[in-house]
């Protein structure tokens, strides 16, 4: 049985109201965090912003839509996704759809995989109608990768580089650390809230990395090294 306590809060005499959610540093945080909301704001504003490029530079070169792509969509992606990075596939699926429109929209190519494209008489860099294809040849790192930054972001917490302590969560692992020695003990969970939250599931990406990747003597050869490994999904 959950005792939920509900208490009253206040600040300079004036009652705090209870919310199920709560923006931060631009980041809405709901009581069960889902993120569920949030990233349906955030994807929703994405699109939005993709349409608002492709309208006004439809005549421009692959190049520079490809570029205000980069600069003004797929930040409002990124931005502070170690913390709300989701784990479910509809909101993983979510995030990537924002992308492939913005890949469509970039080259233009709306078609379906292996669809009859007799306009297109020359040979093709991509293959047409494939999504995948189009990041490929646009060299856009896939956002289901977003996992990637939480990793960069344990690098520098391990070494000191962001100002987060190591404790209570990176306590050294007790069993066999066969791949690297650097390993930490994965916290014990009860809840999704907490299994898929930064540290226990980044814990567990970070044991699973090759000695190598760890032991990357900057943050720079990291990112390299770890943009050449597949992680291992652990979407629900």
């Known amino acids: ?5 509900l ?3 206040t600040i300079h005499c004036q009652p705090l109201r209870l919310v199920s959610s709560a923006k931060y540093l631009g980041v809405k945080i709901d009581s069960k965090l889902t993120f569920n909301e949030y990233i349906n704001n955030v994807t929703h504003k994405a699109n939005s912003t993709r349409a608002f490029v492709a309208r006004n530079m439809r005549k421009c070169p692959t190049s520079i839509k490809s570029t205000a792509y980069n600069s003004f969509v797929r930040p409002q992606l990124e931005y502070a996704s170690t913390a709300w990075s989701p784990h479910t596939r509809c909101n993983i699926d979510k995030i990537v759809a924002v992308q492939r429109r913005a890949a469509r929209s970039v080259l233009n190519d709306w078609s379906h995989p292996n669809s009859q494209t007799p306009a297109l008489k020359e040979p093709h860099p991509y293959t047409i109608g494939s999504s995948s294809s189009m990041l490929q040849f646009l060299s856009w790192n896939s956002l289901e990768r977003q996992g990637h930054y939480s990793l960069v972001m344990m690098y520098k917490i391990v070494h000191g580089l962001v100002v987060i302590p190591t404790t209570p969560y990176h ?3 007790s069993y066999d650390t066969r791949g690297h020695s650097s390993k930490f003990l994965v916290p014990s969970t009860r809840v999704n ?3 898929y939250s930064y540290f226990p ?4 990406s970070w044991n699973g990395l090759p000695a190598y990747i760890i032991q990357s003597p900057s943050v720079e050869c990291f990112k390299s090294w770890l943009a050449k490994f597949r992680l291992t999904p652990t979407s629900t």
């Open 201 to 204: 599931a980044t814990i567990m």
């Open 7 to 9: 208490l009253d809060y």
């Open 193 to 195: 809230a907490f299994r």
């Open 1 to 5: 049985m959950i005792i939920v306590i």
């Open 171 to 173: 306590l050294p692992a």
